[in-house]
C-alpha cells in the first residue's frame, strides 16, 4: 500500500511515542509510516533529527510531530492532505500567527495576531481550549507557526530542510523553518481537526538565545503578514506594543540579567514618551521583582 504520510518524532519518552502511534493509527484514515527516533544519550538538535528522518521517509507528506501529542479527530489524513496538494501551501499546524513583526517576539506578537486550534494539557492536570478562528474558516492563514506539529509536501521541505546549524538545540527551529516557507507559500493553521498537547513548553535563556538569532537571520524579510496587510500608522502602533509585550513577558519569565530590564523599559520610555503603557512599565518591573 502507498504510504501517503511520513509521521516523523525526535523522541526521549518512548512511552509517549507509543500512545502517539496508536493515536494516529485509530484516527488517520490514511496509510502512514512512523519514523520514530531515539534520541535519548546522543541528545541531537531536533532540527538534524528531523533532516535525516525526512531524507529516507517515503511518504508524499511529512509530519514533525513532538511525541507529547494526541489526536482526537477522526479520518484527519485526508483533510490535511487535500490542502497538503494545493501548490501554495507550505506548513499546516495548530498553532501560530498572521503576522511576525521586525520587533523581538516568539510566533506571537500580541493576541489579536494569534490563530490556534488545540488543547493544551497543563501542569496541574486541568485542559485548557486554545481556539481563535476570527475568519470562520478551515484553515486560518499564517506566518509562523509552533513546532508541536507540522504538516508539509516533501518537496517543499526538500527546497527548505531545517537549519540545523543555526538552531542546533529544540528551539528556534520551528520559528525558522515555517517563517523561511511563508516567504514563498502560505502557511496555515487547521481549524477542525482535534488534537492535544500533554506538556507545556518553557521559556529559558536558551529559547531567548535562539529567538535572537531566529531575528539576525531574518530581519530583511520581516514584517510579514498572512490574509492582510496593516497600514504604515497600523504598522507602527503593533511594533510600539509587541515592543511593550515582550518586555513585560521578559520580566514575567526571569529572562531578564540584574538591572537588565530596567534599562529596557527606560529605553522604551525614552522611545515612546507619550503612551501610558509606557510608564506602566515600571510598574510591571515592580510586581514582577516582588513575586520573584
Not at 500500500?1 to 493509527?25: D, G, T, Y
Not at 529516507?56 to 497538503?84: M, N, T
Not at 528551539?171 to 481549524?191: E, P
Request: aromatic share 12%; net charge positive; charged share 25%.
Amino acid at each position: 500500500m502507498k504510504c501517503s504520510f511520513s509521521i516523523i518524532v525526535c523522541s526521549i519518552r518512548p512511552e509517549l511515542a507509543e500512545a502517539l502511534e496508536k493515536s494516529i493509527a485509530s484516527t488517520i484514515g490514511s496509510p502512514f509510516e512512523m519514523l520514530v527516533c531515539d534520541n535519548r544519550g546522543s541528545n541531537r538538535g531536533i532540527g538534524a533529527v528531523y533532516n535525516e528522518a525526512a531524507a529516507r521517509a517515503r511518504g508524499e507528506y511529512l509530519c514533525f510531530v513532538h511525541e507529547d501529542v494526541l489526536f482526537h479527530s477522526s479520518d484527519w489524513g485526508p483533510q490535511i492532505a487535500q490542502k497538503l496538494a494545493e501548490e501554495s501551501t507550505g506548513v499546516i499546524g495548530f498553532a501560530g500567527a498572521n503576522t511576525k513583526l521586525q520587533s523581538l517576539s516568539g510566533w506571537s506578537a500580541n493576541s489579536s495576531d494569534v490563530r490556534q486550534n488545540y488543547t493544551q494539557r497543563l501542569r496541574s492536570g486541568r485542559r485548557r481550549r486554545f481556539y481563535n478562528n476570527t475568519e470562520e474558516v478551515d484553515f486560518s492563514p499564517a506566518v509562523c507557526l509552533d513546532g508541536f506539529c507540522l504538516f508539509v509536501r516533501r518537496e517543499v521541505w526538500a527546497a527548505n530542510p531545517f537549519d540545523e546549524k543555526t538552531f542546533s538545540g529544540f528551539h528556534g527551529y520551528d520559528l525558522d523553518f515555517t517563517t523561511t516557507i511563508a516567504c514563498h507559500h502560505r502557511n496555515y493553521v487547521s481549524n477542525r481537526i482535534e488534537v492535544e498537547h500533554i506538556s507545556e513548553g518553557g521559556f529559558s535563556k536558551v529559547w531567548f538565545e535562539a529567538l535572537k538569532r531566529y531575528h539576525e537571520k531574518h530581519e530583511k524579510h520581516l514584517p510579514l503578514f498572512a490574509g492582510w496587510q496593516p497600514t504604515l500608522r497600523q504598522l507602527r502602533n503593533m511594533e510600539r506594543k509587541s515592543e511593550a509585550y515582550f518586555i513585560k513577558f521578559r520580566l514575567k519569565m526571569g529572562l531578564y540579567e540584574r538591572g537588565e530590564g530596567l534599562r529596557a523599559i527606560c529605553r522604551y520610555i525614552c522611545k515612546y514618551p507619550l503612551h501610558a503603557k509606557s510608564w506602566a512599565l515600571i510598574l510591571k518591573a515592580l510586581k514582577y521583582g516582588i513575586k520573584r
